[in-house]
């Protein structure tokens, strides 16, 4: 059974996650750039579990060109309503725990059954052990936190940040899009990636991602039914695939590669819904609203269920495989780039492990 990540015990014992890691890795999470905030980590906004769009914003009304982010406009009014789900009750928190748990942290979601649509689950046996480690209130609390400065502007009618709230979190220090958070946002889905892989070795082509992102439907990658406007993959995103292919050297640092391929918001402190002049930006954004089918309850732009979504690790399986190759194009070695080992050991105690080793690619136990 997994171990259970830091921000689960918080939640069940009132302790905070920084002082945990404080307490038991000391200097490695200020080194990992979460100083100020216990749990910053971040990334700019691509999915949500609330129903916000992928890529966390707001679009403003209007706007065209998007990368999938106007669907989120949707989502929100529809999370909105509020349904009722009957929230599974969390394990004992043992670490032995072995009963079938239900979702976390879905009790706004509006899909009340567990109807795919479009979607297929990753086996039971891995969807276990996510909500045994509970992953998936993990992962909605960190793309939360990013996206905080969004969904608490003033006249905001989201209903995440009371969600939130409720259940404790703290906004980042470093929002979604801001300087550095392309790098967490790498790293924290590489964590979770390698923990999978490793975890179930037998099941390694489940997160072994794409080859090459389908531009159209196909019987494995099939668009949801609902989807309007989808058919066509958007043009700036061929020309982010173009780049990628091509030019994937370009990004000279692995936060520019992240912040890139992430999402188009480019938060500042005047403007925390600014947007990347590059409309080439955000195709991780993009891949999560271009998939997202309403009729699912693990639809692509729930945080807390996307993570049970075979189609989620295609998309990251295959992201994280090109954040690789453009490390090896620039040379860069991991066991010797501190920058790189501090950010990904932070990812892995964000997610109940260790330190990262470079050698064997994971964290540690
Ligand atoms: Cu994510």
Redesign the pocket.
Known sequence: MPSRPLHARRLSDGTTRASIAALAFGSLVTLAGCSSTPDATG?VG??DGGGKRMDGAPMPMGASGDAGLGDALALEAHDAAGRDHTMPREDSGSDGATAALGPECDEDNPVTTEALGVDRALPAAIVQFERHGMWGCM?RE??DTRQWDIFSQPGSTSPRLNYALAKGWQRNAVQEGAPGNGLE?LA??RA?VAILRSTFPAQASLFAGWTAPPLVATANDPLPATASGKATFNLNMQSALNRLNTQLASFTTDDAFGLYIQSQLRWTAADVTARSPDATAGI?AYF?VRFDDPQSAIRMQR?NR??ESQL?WRV?GYLDGLWTKNRVARGVIDANDAPYLAAMTHACLHMGKKTWSPASASCLP
Request: no cysteine.
């Open positions: 990334d691509n999915d992962h960190w793309h946002f924290m889905h979770m991780h999560h945080f996307n993570i989620f990251h």
